[in-house]
């Protein structure tokens, strides 16, 4: 089955800084590739996703880059600030067929928090 | 997300208890999912369904069992709970896109 890797565990950047965040995959099939902020105590929200027909996608400070031969995408926020400190998910997943994708292998996590 | 529900928010039990967690949907996506989050570990899958009809196991089914009960509810239960199944229980609809709140679980 599919293994997606979250690198860093933690990262601490100060306000107005970038931050990156890196995952890898195994399942040369995955094709679909979102990624999820989750506050403390609330539920995990979708922030940007990636197909694999594009190598990278923006929406407004948040960046998806996708990179299909290495099996690697990242997360990049620019212009961080206090309210980005959040837990933040990678994932991958494969079509099952049709227009809608199938399940979802999350990485472990990378807990970002910005310094005022 | 008030389209995404879930009963109970929070729950102890004792092991060997049978619980269940149910999970409604207002938006009338066809794909359901249930995870369970631990700290440091994300969130794994442990069961989901594409209709009515279909269910499938996830990386983490052992210990539990689900049901479809139509197309907007979507019920995980513990047949016989055990302290390593206290967690946050996730139900997600459609690919993942909408979360519920989440069921904090106990077992003690």
């Known amino acids: 089955g599919e293994n997606v890797e979250q690198h860093p565990s933690t990262l601490s950047v100060q306000e107005g800084d970038s931050a990156v965040i890196k995952c890898t995959y195994s399942?040369?099939?995955?094709?679909?590739f979102p990624w999820y902020k989750q506050e403390l105590g609330k539920r995990p929200q979708l922030i940007i996703d990636i197909r694999s027909n594009v190598g990278e996608k923006k929406d407004q400070r948040i960046a998806v880059t996708l990179n299909k031969t290495a099996k690697h995408f990242s997360l990049h926020i620019t212009e961080t600030q206090p309210e980005d400190s959040a837990v933040y998910f990678c994932a991958a997943s494969s079509n099952r067929g049709g227009t809608s994708y199938g399940k979802l292998t999350f990485g472990q996590g990378t807990i970002l928090t910005v310094h005022p | 997300d008030a389209d995404v529900t879930q009963t109970p928010r929070n729950r102890i039990t004792k092991t060997g208890k049978r619980i269940m967690l149910e999970c409604s949907q207002t938006?009338?996506?066809?794909?359901m999912y249930w995870y369970r989050q631990d700290p440091g570990l994300g969130l794994q899958l442990i069961y989901y369904s594409f209709d009515v009809k279909d269910i499938n196991k996830g990386e983490i089914s052992d210990g539990y069992s689900v049901s479809r009960q139509a197309q907007a509810k979507f019920s995980l239960s513990l047949e016989s709970a055990i302290p390593n199944q206290t967690a946050l229980y996730f139900c997600?609809?459609?690919?993942?896109?909408?979360f519920g709140p989440g069921t904090r679980l106990t077992v003690t």
């Open positions: 997600a609809t459609s690919d993942s896109e909408s």
């Open positions: 399942d040369s099939a995955s094709n679909y």
């Open positions: 938006k009338g996506h066809d794909r």
